[in-house]
């Protein structure tokens, strides 16, 4: 109990004028900053997870050497053996070119239009990337990119070039990767070698060769500006559309070039001033297109991986090109017009194999179809040579008799073309006649099948089934296949391997494929070879051969007519010791002609072709040729007079023939 007069000291309060929040709701104030953190976090964590995002599927940056090749449309390049190019299909690439190779004003030019600060970046330039950004947000589109030339690399070669924030980002993580990897001249050499100019061109090769008609070694440098105004906007500055256009970013290149120091002020205003000029588009030659469809068919076919920038040097001896396709173009709309023949295809081979000339037809520009190499037609007498050779295999010799008589097989009883017979004769006037019977004769004594193995042998590639009919030619090949089998008379025996492609590279040089040197397979005697050339040389050069109007001056040459039924195909194939050619002529709905025989305008056509190849060249001998005409025609008349009497004789003294050949006379 309290005492009296003792008071408990009162309690002192403070007050606060109005209180504080937190002493008054301080339960408020703790879920706030609850909230506010979570907040945090939430934000945060979206901000980790966009970050991500940007780089999410990001493609792996390529290997160096694959940056080359990437994204490139396929394009291939036919240059002739000096180098001259014959056409272009697809983009033109040009010529891989280093950085070290051109006039420091060329990279120079490229460095002051798209990357001014380029050997100081490490590939993607801050500072230009938050001017683009302010300059785009104050703008409300976007008007600038920043991108640096290896940034561009990057949007050209491994991305696309959708305009997000998301590929910009990846654009410059990549970019920044690219620099570990490659030097700066060789990134800018890159450059120069995949940025597209506009017109179907990629690289400063093309560009300038394109444009100006000069290596870019040779560019001066208004030249220089003027293509780095391009990759801009190359399409909208094409040189020979928008030459105005193309100047006047040409002006803000070489005043930055000049800011840079690259050049003096004066090299501005010479260059500001220089007369540009720009060459007229190259024109290729429409016919050659015959000639490369087969090229491009046969690098499909030897490589197993494709590149997209081709350069393949083509066989053809250009100048023989032209001007055999021209004598055939006239010859053919003159005299084939006459003859109801509408279509000609033709080929000429070096005796290395080299196809010097290749004519498909009479346009390229309305029929794309190769009647040298894609039709199969038949080829009536000009098979026969392999008949005959296959009987020299067997023993007989070009002097033996056989009677040229009616002969039945089975159902089948072949005539000659003239419908008439005459009687005994030997092998050798048989073929130079192009007489069917004993063609048919030796056909059935060797027996089909190895017939068509001796043609196959010799290089006829379609199928060849083992009729009787073989003998005069019925089954179709191609104009290609039997030109390079009668190959093997004109070098003794060798068989013949035609070839288109000499080499194939890409546009860095690299080479991809060299025609090598090889010895060429034997297939057939030298000396039975020798005989063959004989009598074919007889076809053309005696009074009675069936290709006399393909003689030529000064040189020894041999050969086949060859007639289809109906007159649907005529052909000459033949050969000197030089080249061996081939000639057709028909139509491509295998509508007869008027009476066209292969020793007719076939024979002209390849006289005309043999005359321009064998042009300044000094006459050789054709192994065994001459040797046909040993024998005199006389002489030979008496020969196949007195085997015929043999044969009555042994017939009337009921000794059976165990053929209808067998009588030898030494040559």
């Not at 945090?40 to 599927?57: E, I, Q």
């Not at 190019?85 to 040009?94: E, H, I, K, N, S």
């Amino acid at each position: 109990m309290a005492q009296k007069g003792n008071k408990a000291p009162a309690q002192r309060v403070i007050k606060v004028p109005g209180g504080g929040f937190a002493s008054r709701h301080p339960r408020l104030v703790r879920y706030t900053l609850i909230v506010f953190l979570i907040v945090m976090l939430g934000v945060g964590g979206w901000g980790f997870w966009k970050w991500r995002s940007l780089y999410a599927g990001m493609p792996k940056l390529p290997e160096v050497a694959d940056l080359w090749g990437v994204k490139r449309e396929p394009a291939m390049e036919f240059v002739d053996r000096k180098g001259n190019t014959l056409d272009v299909r697809g983009p033109r690439y040009g010529r891989a070119t280093s950085v070290d190779q051109l006039p420091e004003h060329v990279p120079q030019a490229f460095i002051a239009a798209e990357d001014k600060r380029f050997y100081e970046h490490d590939g993607a330039d801050d500072a230009a990337i938050a001017r683009a950004a302010w300059s785009n947000l104050r703008a409300g589109e976007t008007v600038s990119g920043a991108s640096t030339i290896t940034q561009q690399l990057i949007k050209n070669l491994v991305l696309d070039s959708r305009q997000t924030v998301k590929r910009k980002a990846q654009e410059v993580k990549l970019a920044r990767e690219l620099e570990k990897e490659m030097s700066k001249d060789e990134i800018l050499t890159l450059y120069l070698n995949r940025v597209y100019f506009g017109a179907g061109l990629y690289g400063i090769d093309a560009a300038a060769r394109y444009y100006f008609g000069k290596p870019p070694a040779e560019l001066t440098v208004a030249e220089s500006a003027l293509l780095a105004a391009l990759p801009k906007a190359p399409s909208k500055l094409n040189l020979r559309d928008n030459l105005a256009g193309a100047k006047e970013r040409q002006d803000y290149v070489l005043s930055q070039m000049a800011e840079l120091g690259f050049i003096s002020a004066a090299d501005e205003q010479k260059a500001r001033t220089e007369e540009i000029t720009i060459i007229d588009p190259p024109t290729y030659d429409p016919q050659l297109g015959y000639a490369l469809d087969a090229v491009s068919d046969r690098v499909k076919a030897m490589l197993p991986r494709i590149p997209g920038d081709l350069v393949v040097t083509v066989s053809l001896d250009m100048d023989l090109q032209e001007k055999i396709r021209k004598q055939l173009a006239d010859r053919m709309a003159a005299d084939g017009t006459q003859a109801d023949a509408s279509q000609i295809a033709a080929i000429l081979i070096e005796k290395t194999g080299r196809v010097a000339a290749l004519v498909g037809g009479t346009d390229y520009t309305s029929s794309e179809f190769n009647r040298v190499t894609q039709a199969l037609r038949q080829p009536g007498s000009s098979f026969k040579p392999f008949v005959y050779a296959t009987a020299l295999e067997d023993g007989y010799s070009p002097y033996d008799v056989f009677n040229d008589a009616p002969i039945t097989i089975g159902k089948w009883n072949p005539s000659n073309y003239t419908g008439t017979y005459l009687g005994p004769m030997t092998m050798s006037e048989a073929i130079a006649r192009s007489i069917n019977t004993v063609a048919v004769e030796l056909t059935q004594l060797a027996g089909p099948a190895r017939v068509a193995d001796t043609a196959r042998r010799f290089g006829i590639t379609s199928k060849l089934e083992p009729y009787p009919s073989i003998a005069l030619g019925s089954q179709e090949v191609s104009l290609w296949e039997l030109t390079r089998a009668y190959g093997v008379f004109q070098s003794g025996g060798l068989r013949l391997d035609p070839w288109l492609i000499e080499k194939i590279e890409d546009s860095r040089g690299t080479v991809l494929y060299e025609r090598p040197d090889y010895d060429r397979d034997r297939v057939y005697s030298e000396e039975l070879a020798r005989e063959m050339n004989a009598m074919l040389f007889r076809v053309v050069n005696s009074d009675i051969g069936t290709g006399g109007r393909a003689r030529i001056a000064k040189w020894n040459v041999a050969g086949k007519t060859g007639t289809s039924q109906d007159w649907r195909d005529a052909w000459f194939i033949g050969y000197s010791a030089d080249y061996v050619g081939g000639i057709w002529v028909g139509n491509d709905d295998d509508k007869p002609m008027k009476k066209v025989t292969g020793g007719g305008l076939p024979a002209d056509l390849w006289s005309d072709m043999m005359e321009i190849a064998h042009t300044g060249k000094t006459p050789e001998r054709l192994i065994g040729a001459e040797s046909g005409l040993v024998i005199s025609e006389e002489a030979e008349a008496r020969i196949a007079f007195y085997r015929g009497l043999s044969q009555a004789f042994s017939i009337a003294a009921g000794q059976p023939l165990a053929s209808r050949s067998g009588y030898r006379v030494e040559q």
